[in-house]
C-alpha cells in the first residue's frame, strides 16, 4: 500500500522534536492523498520513539533497532532507507531537514533516481499527484517555485520552523512493523570512534530564541586580568559568558555570533551564524554588538522579530531591525535579563 | 594520490540578486566569486596533495562562467581544472548534477579522496554533495571539521566531525567523499605569478558523453522564480535609561507575543 514516509530523527534514543514538524506536514499530504502517514524509526530505543509519533498523528511506523544503526551513520540509515522505498514505492518521503535528514533524504533520493526538493517552507500537491514547494535560493534574496516528479517517490525535505506539528493525541496508537537492517557491520567503511557532546548548549538550527554577539562583545568595561595574552580576546569571551550567556538562559536562548566575533577567537565556530555558518529563523533574534554585514543577514534574515543593540544608529543591522536600541550593549543586555527574570517570572 | 575537489562559481554575496524580467536570476554586471565553502575544499585539497606528494585535480559541473572559479581555483595552486558541460544538464536537478559529477570523477581514474564545500550557497542546498558520495559508491562524511589523519597506501582516514550536538571522530575506507567546515582551515589568496598562470590555462570541457554518462532524467523542475516579499519592517527605536529601554523592550515583545 502506497503511503507518506516521515522520517523521526532521533539521537541518543530520543526523538529530535522537530521531528513532529514533518509529521505536521506529512499529515496534510497523507490526507489529501487519502493514504496512510508512516513515521519511519531507526535506531536505539525506536519502538518508544514509534509510540511517540503515534501521538503526533503518525498511523503506522517502521521500526529497526540494531547496533549498526545506534548513533546516525550514512551508510546503514541510507541502505535502509531505499530499501524500505524500492519495496514498498511510498509516494513520499519526508523529513525535517536537519543535518542528518538532509544528508539521509538526498542519498536515498539518489539510490533510486528520485525527486528530491529542499529546504522547503511552503509546499502544495497538485492535481496531477506532483508536488509543488517554494523554497529560499540565493541566501534568501530569491524564492524558487519548484515541483517533483509524481512518477516514483518525492523527497522533501523541510526547513526547520516553517510548519506546525499536528496536536498531540495521547490516547494515539500506531501499528509498529519491525524490520531488519540492510547492512551487516561488516559492511559499513565508517565507524564512529568517539563523541565529546558540547555541554550545554541549545541547538541554533532550532532554537525560538537566539542571542547573539558580534565584535561590540570586545567593549566589556571589565580589566582583562594581567598576563592574559590579549585583553581584547579575554574582555569579549567574558562577555559571551558571562553578560550574553545569562540573558540567553533565562530565554532558554541558543548563543549566537557573527563571522567578525568568530574569527577574532571571542567564541568557537558552531556559534556562527550566516554565510559559512549556520542559518537559522528563530521567532526572536536579539544581535547585540553586530553591525549586521550582508554575510551575517544572510543566516539570519528570516527571523520573525529582530532586536538590535548597537553603540551606532548607523548600522545596517536597524535597517533590517523591528526594535533598535542605541547604546551600551554591557549596560542594556544586564538590565535585558533582569528584566526577563523579573516578567517571566525566573 | 590523487585528490579531487568540486566547485561553482557564484554571485558575490554584496551583488543585487533579483528576478529579471525575463524571469530568470539575475545579479546584472557583478563578479561572480567562488562558492564561499568551496574555499575551505580547494585549500584542503592543496594541503592534502602537497603531504601525500600527489596531485590535486578541481572539477566544476556547469556553463562557462564557472571558468571563473576553475581559474580562481589553479591560481590558488589546484594542479588541473576539467570542466563538465553538456546541453542535457541545462535547468539539471542534484540528481542529474551528481551523476556528472561522479562520472567526470570516475574518469579521473584512481582517486583516492573527494572533498566538496560544506553547501553552495546559489542553490541554497547540499544535497548533490551526498548525491555524488552515492553515485560513487563510496563513503560519505560531511562537516569535517579536522582531518586527523590519512594514509592513502592503507586506504584509511579519520576526521573530526562538527555536528549540532559536539564533535564526533570517525574513521573511514578510502577513496572516500568529505565535506569541509570552515573552521579547517585558512584559504590562501592566489598568488600573482599564480593568476598570469591560470590566466592563460586553457581548461578541457567535457561533454556527457566524454564521460560515458547518461541522465538519470531530470526529475525535480524549477517552475519559476520570484522575489520575496518585501520585508515590511520599520524600525522602532527605543529610548530612555537601559533599565527604561530593557522594559520598554520586553513590553513590546510580549505584546507581539513573541515570548
Redesign the interface.
Known amino acids: 500500500m502506497s503511503a507518506v514516509y516521515t522520517w523521526i530523527e532521533t539521537?541518543n534514543g530520543q526523538a529530535v522534536p522537530s521531528s513532529w514538524e514533518a509529521l505536521g506536514a506529512g499529515r496534510t499530504l497523507a490526507d489529501s492523498m487519502k493514504i496512510p502517514l508512516v513515521a519511519l524509526v531507526f535506531g536505539k530505543n525506536a519502538n518508544a520513539v514509534a509510540a511517540t509519533a503515534a501521538t503526533y498523528g503518525a498511523d503506522s511506523a517502521i521500526v529497526s533497532e540494531d547496533a549498526t544503526l545506534d548513533g546516525f551513520r550514512?551508510?546503514p540509515f541510507?541502505a535502509l532507507l531505499t530499501q524500505l522505498v524500492n519495496e514498498n514505492k511510498p509516494k513520499v518521503v519526508i523529513a525535517v531537514g536537519?543535518?542528518r535528514a538532509?544528508?539521509l533524504?538526498?542519498?536515498s533520493?539518489?539510490?533510486t533516481?528520485?525527486?528530491?526538493?529542499?529546504?522547503v517552507t511552503e509546499l502544495e500537491l497538485q492535481s496531477d499527484g506532483a508536488i509543488?514547494v517554494s523554497?529560499?535560493?540565493?541566501?534568501?534574496?530569491?524564492?524558487?517555485?519548484?515541483?517533483?516528479?509524481a512518477d516514483?517517490t518525492q523527497y522533501l525535505t523541510l526547513r526547520g520552523r516553517a510548519f506546525k506539528p499536528n496536536a498531540v493525541k495521547s490516547d494515539a496508537k500506531a501499528d509498529i512493523k519491525t524490520v531488519a537492517p540492510t547492512l551487516a557491520e561488516n559492511d559499513i567503511?565508517?565507524?564512529?570512534?568517539?563523541?565529546?557532546?558540547?555541554v550545554g548548549s541549545v541547538?541554533?538550527?532550532d532554537a525560538a530564541?537566539i542571542v547573539s554577539g558580534g565584535r561590540g562583545m570586545a567593549n566589556n568595561p571589565k580589566d582583562a586580568p594581567a598576563g592574559v595574552a590579549d585583553a581584547t580576546v579575554w574582555k569579549a569571551q567574558d562577555g559571551f559568558e558571562n553578560t550574553l550567556k545569562p540573558l540567553a538562559n533565562v530565554?532558554g536562548a541558543a548563543v549566537g555570533a557573527s563571522r567578525a566575533a568568530v574569527d577574532a577567537g571571542y567564541i568557537p565556530?558552531?556559534h556562527?551564524v550566516g554565510?559559512?555558518?549556520k542559518t537559522v529563523s528563530p521567532?526572536?533574534y536579539i544581535a547585540s554588538g553586530i553591525s549586521g554585514a550582508?554575510?551575517h543577514q544572510?543566516g539570519m534574515?528570516t527571523s520573525?522579530?529582530?532586536?538590535?543593540i548597537n553603540k551606532d544608529a548607523e548600522s545596517p543591522i536597524?535597517?533590517?531591525?523591528?526594535?533598535?536600541?542605541?547604546?551600551?550593549l554591557y549596560?542594556?543586555i544586564?538590565?535585558?535579563t533582569?528584566?526577563?527574570k523579573k516578567?517571566?517570572g525566573k | 594520490m590523487h585528490v579531487i575537489v568540486m566547485t561553482r562559481s557564484t554571485?558575490d554575496?554584496?551583488a543585487k540578486?533579483?528576478?529579471g524580467k525575463d524571469g530568470n536570476?539575475t545579479w546584472g554586471d557583478a563578479a561572480t566569486v567562488v562558492n564561499?565553502?568551496d574555499e575551505y575544499a580547494l585549500e584542503e585539497a592543496i594541503l592534502q596533495a602537497k603531504n601525500a606528494d600527489g596531485k590535486a585535480t578541481v572539477i566544476a559541473v556547469g556553463p562557462e562562467m564557472n571558468n571563473d572559479a576553475l581559474k580562481h581555483s589553479l591560481a590558488m595552486g589546484l594542479n588541473e581544472a576539467v570542466r563538465v558541460w553538456d546541453a542535457a544538464l541545462e535547468n539539471a536537478?542534484?540528481?542529474a548534477y551528481?551523476t556528472a559529477a561522479a562520472g567526470a570523477i570516475k574518469k579521473l581514474g584512481d582517486v583516492d579522496l573527494v572533498i566538496l564545500g560544506k553547501e553552495s550557497?546559489?542553490?541554497?542546498?547540499?544535497?548533490?554533495?551526498?548525491?555524488i558520495?552515492?553515485?560513487l559508491g563510496w563513503?560519505?562524511?560531511?562537516?569535517v571539521?579536522k582531518i586527523l589523519a590519512v594514509d592513502y597506501a592503507a586506504k584509511t582516514i579519520?576526521v573530526e566531525r562538527?555536528?549540532?550536538?559536539?564533535?564526533?571522530?570517525?574513521?573511514?575506507?578510502l577513496p572516500?567523499v568529505i565535506s569541509v567546515?570552515?573552521?579547517i582551515n585558512e584559504p590562501r589568496y592566489p598568488s600573482f605569478i599564480g593568476i598570469r598562470k591560470a590566466a592563460k590555462a586553457a581548461i578541457p570541457e567535457w561533454s556527457l558523453a566524454d564521460l560515458g554518462v547518461t541522465l538519470?532524467?531530470t526529475?525535480?523542475?524549477?517552475?519559476?522564480?520570484?522575489?520575496?516579499p518585501a520585508?515590511e519592517?520599520k524600525?522602532?527605536?527605543?529610548d530612555g535609561t537601559?533599565?527604561e529601554?530593557?522594559?520598554k523592550?520586553?513590553d513590546?515583545?510580549?505584546e507581539?507575543k513573541?515570548?
Open positions: 539521537f550514512l551508510e541510507a536537519t543535518s538532509r544528508e533524504l538526498a542519498a533520493a539518489a539510490d533516481d528520485s525527486s528530491l526538493l529542499t529546504e509543488k523554497r529560499p535560493v540565493y541566501a534568501g534574496k530569491i524564492v524558487s517555485q519548484a515541483v517533483g516528479s516514483g567503511a565508517t565507524k564512529i570512534e568517539s563523541f565529546e557532546e558540547a541547538n541554533l538550527a530564541i530565554l565556530y558552531a556562527q554565510q559559512t555558518g521567532d526572536l550582508i554575510q544572510a534574515r520573525k522579530v529582530i532586536v538590535a536597524f535597517k533590517m531591525a523591528r526594535y533598535g536600541i542605541v547604546g551600551d549596560k542594556i544586564p538590565a535585558l533582569a528584566e526577563f516578567r517571566l | 554571485p554575496t554584496a540578486v533579483e528576478v536570476v564561499p565553502w536537478d542534484s540528481l551528481a550557497i546559489d542553490v541554497g542546498t547540499d544535497q548533490h554533495n551526498y548525491q558520495a552515492r553515485k563513503p560519505m562524511l560531511s562537516y571539521s579519520k562538527l555536528l549540532e550536538e559536539g564533535k564526533q571522530i570517525v574513521t573511514s575506507k572516500a567546515m570552515k573552521d538519470p532524467g526529475k525535480s523542475k524549477v517552475l519559476a522564480f520570484s522575489n520575496p520585508r519592517v524600525v522602532e527605536m527605543i537601559p533599565e529601554q530593557a522594559a523592550l520586553v513590546r515583545l510580549l507581539d513573541v515570548l
